[in-house]
Each structure stands twice: as C-alpha cells, then as structure tokens.
C-alpha cells in the first residue's frame, strides 16, 4: 500500500469513528434548518355552480300569466312629454302611443294598448300594470289556453302603477306571491310575459339593485332594477324567483332607444300586493304623509349645518297642521332615520312613509344644531304629492331701491302684496331679493325674485333682519338661506361668505 493510499484509508476510518465524528459535529457549524415545502392555499369555494334550468318554473307558473288587451280612447294622458323626463326614463309604452309635437299635451290616441299580468285568485282576480289600462273603455285578458275574458277594473293606481282586474271565471291557475323584500342583487330572476306582442315570452337575468328611485312620477316605489330583457308589452307581468315565486311586477325600462337595454325595473310585490287589498275593499289606494318638503345635502349644506356626512334628508317646508310640526320638525332639521331605516337621500323616505295607514306613529331621527334627536311622529292621510324641490331658475327681478348692506352684497326689499301673491308667501315673513352682488352667492343659485325666509333657523321679515344675520356670519363661512322660489318652492341654499 503506498504512502498515499494508506493515508486516504486513514482519513477515511478517522471520519467513520465516533470519536472522529464528535471532533467533526463540533468543529463543523450547524446544518441549515429545511423547512416543510409551503402547502398551496386552498381553491375558494364554487360560488356559482353552474347555470340553472328554468323549464320546470315556466311549466309551473306560465299557466297564470296572461295577456292584457285594453281599448283606448282618444283622452288627455298624464305622461310626460319625452323631452321632459329627466333620465331618459320611458315606460314601456303600448303600440298607439305617440309623443306630441312641442308645446302641446300629450295624448294617446285611440288604439289598443298590449301588455301582460297574473292571475292572483282563482275566482279570476287579475293584476297589471295601471298605464296598461288607463283610461280604458274596454279590457280583455286572454288565458293561455286562448280563452278570452272580458275584464272589470276593479281600481287602479298610477303612483304605485298597480291595476286590480276581475274575470268572471272559476278554478283558475295562480301563481304564488313571494317576498321581495329578501331580494338581495346578484339572485336570478325570470319575466315572462307579452313583449312585442309575442305572448308567453321567458326571459331571464339578475337582479342588478333594489331601493332604486326609478322615477319621479313614482317616488313612493323602491324598485327592483335588473338585467332582465323586457321590452314593450312586458308591463304588468310577473317578475320570479327561482322557487317561481312573483317578487315583482315588470313596470319599466332604461332605454335610449326605447327598447332593452339591460336596465329593467319591476314594482315589489310586497307594495303592490299591500295595494291589492286597497283597491279590493275601496277602488283606491291611499298613502301616508310625514308633511315635509326635502332636498338632498351636498358638501355646502355638511358644512353649513355642521354635519358629519352628506346623509340624510333636508326639510325645506312643514306643511301646518302636519304629523311633521305637530312633532316639532322644522326646517333646517336633516332626517336620518326612519323607524330605524336609515336615509341617504330624500328620495329614501316615501316609499317609507307611503304604504303605512295614516294615523301610524313613526319614530324619526333628526340632526338640529350638529345634535341627533329621536322625535315620534303621527303620520296623516296624504291627500296630493308633497313638494319636492328642484334645481332654481331665475325670474326677472322687479324694479326697486336697493336696501341693506352685507357680506353677500345682497340688495333685498319688502315683500309687497303682488310679490306674496306670486311667491305663494302669506303675510309674515320673508324679504324679496332685487340684486345678487356675490359670485358665490349666485353660484349658490340665488337670483332676483327669490325671497329670502330665513337665514339658518332664524326668521327674517325685513331687509335689516337679513343684513343682521348675515353680518354675524365670518369670510369662509357657510351660510344656509331658505329660499322660494315659483319655479321650485321651497329649499335651502348653501352660501359661502367670501372676501369682499
């Protein structure tokens, strides 16, 4: 054995020993720690399994849906000029109807108008849309099994867009009643109906929103929104849930072009059957009345009334003799809740405080002074639409002296008989606005031949008062003018003191 390999064989037995090992374990440093390979997260859970069959609901429930065919007469029509509603808005009017040329009235001349509707009562008791058969002289309701029936108007309402028809028939199929109120967005949805005249028509989606203040015409409606395809002759038929139960009633559609566009509205089942009842037992529907005139709060109005948000609803007006100034809301107080409900924008409150029986108590919240306060109101028989506010438009002002001086560099007067008389201002309060000085005033939206009612929660009658409100006010402040108007009513404007 060589030299070389002798020592090769020692190393090798030196390394192989315990002894040697030890020497090793000691002299060499510490082996790295391994860690357990990192385990892959788990896949979230299927939220969405698959797309759902709905032969079986349409088996179930198409039976109870039918067509509604109404004969119209030449009549005025209570819808609005196209150029006048504001979102582009348009209900899913039945053939026959046309807009009028500028400046006149609206009429839907004599024809038929085609929609759709449910049977909700064997003994024949039908419901639809109120714009399919307003104004009517004649309905039929054909069934699917082609039978046709004439039908009796039993009532109808245009603020809820409900109508309650009866057939003279027995052992009629229906379809269930369901709760919209546990609508949540994302649920699918079904329609059928007539659209286009093409009657038994199944169309499905999702329910996109709920609460959705449609329209104008309709405040005391929270919409069901969805992207169901509906289109002409859809009115008045059922809106489905996958147990194929009616969660709403098919009213409207989003459209620029008049059909479907992927914005559809229906009417909640809850309101309108809680109208059913109404129209059965008296032909109409009455709602209840809070007594306020509202405007929504923008980023002036929190810092004006010292806020700490932008939600709730602003009251302009109590109307006299009201649950509201029986209660001690004023203006200048911003509601907040309703029974518990909370409020974003005025237009959350009708639906709210409509479908309730006058003479029901209501606990609402205000803010007053920055300070929340619960007050219980007794809620009247509303007997026409309450005021809403709207964005001012100037008048002319009238000829007069300027008096007064102050950091808006408002020129007011005394309000003469004529000036109350076209305001709608009994005697009392309030001075006229001749000349408006300020850019941020104006911008604010104040113009000659407004008045001026009060400054805050103060009354003012006379063009000193106003001039010694504002000058209590500093440069940056923001100062809350309640303001009327003949083209609007009544609202509070937000008013920046600048730097004169």
């Known amino acids: 054995m060589t030299p070389h390999a002798r020592h090769g064989l020692l190393t090798l037995l030196m390394l192989t020993t315990p002894l040697a090992a030890c020497a090793q374990q000691a002299d060499a440093p510490a082996p790295a720690v391994t860690t357990a390979p990192a385990v892959p997260p788990s896949p979230a859970p299927q939220l969405v399994t698959g797309l759902p069959d709905f032969t079986q609901l349409v088996?179930?429930?198409g039976p109870g849906v039918v067509n509604v065919e109404a004969k119209i007469g030449t009549r005025a029509s209570a819808q609005a000029d196209e150029g006048d509603i504001p979102e582009i808005f348009r209900r899913m009017l039945p053939p026959g109807f046309e807009m009028p040329g500028p400046g006149q009235g609206p009429q839907r001349r004599g024809g038929t108008s085609i929609g759709s509707g449910f049977i909700i009562s064997a003994d024949g008791y039908v419901l639809t849309n109120h714009h399919v058969v307003d104004g009517a002289d004649e309905v039929k309701v054909t069934l699917p099994d082609r039978r046709e029936l004439t039908a009796k108007v039993v009532g109808s309402d245009q603020q809820y867009d409900v109508a309650l028809l009866k057939v003279d028939a027995k052992g009629l199929p229906t379809v269930r009643i369901g709760n919209s109120a546990v609508l949540k967005p994302g649920q699918w949805v079904v329609a059928i109906g007539s659209p286009l005249g093409l009657d038994h028509s199944v169309t499905a989606g999702i329910v996109s929103?709920?609460?959705?203040?449609?329209?104008?015409?309709?405040?005391?409606?929270?919409?069901?929104?969805?992207?169901?395809?509906?289109n002409q002759g859809n009115s008045g038929g059922p809106l489905l849930n996958t147990r194929g139960e009616v969660?709403?009633?098919?009213?409207?559609?989003?459209?620029?072009?008049?059909?479907?566009?992927?914005?559809?509205?229906?009417i909640p089942i809850d309101l309108a059957m809680s109208a059913v009842e109404q129209l059965k037992s008296g032909g109409k529907v009455s709602r209840a009345m809070l007594g306020v005139s509202m405007q929504n709060i923008g980023p002036d109005e929190v810092k004006g009334l010292d806020l700490p948000d932008a939600n709730g609803a602003l009251v302009a007006t109590v109307q006299p003799g009201s649950g509201a100034e029986k209660a001690g809301i004023v203006p200048g107080d911003v509601i907040t809740a309703f029974n518990g409900r909370k409020i974003g924008t005025r237009?959350?409150?009708?639906?709210?405080?409509?479908?309730?029986?006058?003479?029901?108590?209501?606990?609402?919240?205000?803010?007053?002074?920055?300070?929340p306060r619960d007050v219980q109101v007794t809620l009247s028989a509303l007997e026409e639409p309450e005021d809403v506010a709207g964005t001012?438009?100037?008048?002319?002002?009238?000829?007069?002296?300027?008096?007064?001086?102050?950091?808006?560099?408002l020129q007011t007067q005394a309000l003469d008989a004529a000036a109350r008389k076209r305001l709608g201002i009994e005697t009392g309060d309030g001075v006229l606005v001749t000349r408006v000085e300020s850019a941020s005033a104006r911008e604010a939206g104040l113009a000659p031949g407004m008045a001026i009612l009060q400054v805050g929660r103060t009354k003012v009658d006379s063009p000193a008062a106003l001039d010694r409100e504002l000058a209590r006010a500093k440069v940056g402040d923001t100062v809350m003018l309640l303001v009327r108007h003949p083209s609007f009513g009544t609202r509070f404007l937000a008013v920046t003191i600048e730097k004169s």
Do not use: C, H, W
Request: hydrophobic share 40%; proline share 12%; aromatic share 6%.
């Open 347 to 371: 237009e959350d409150l009708p639906p709210l405080v409509g479908p309730l029986p006058a003479g029901s108590k209501a606990k609402v919240t205000v803010i007053r002074d920055g300070k």
């Open 392 to 409: 001012p438009r100037a008048t002319p002002a009238p000829s007069a002296a300027p008096a007064g001086s102050n950091p808006l560099g």
């Open 209 to 230: 929103a709920v609460g959705r203040n449609a329209s104008p015409e309709q405040r005391y409606v929270p919409f069901i929104q969805t992207d169901v395809a509906i």
């Open 247 to 266: 969660v709403g009633i098919n009213s409207q559609i989003f459209s620029v072009s008049g059909g479907y566009m992927g914005i559809s509205f229906a």
């Open 59 to 61: 088996e179930q429930v």
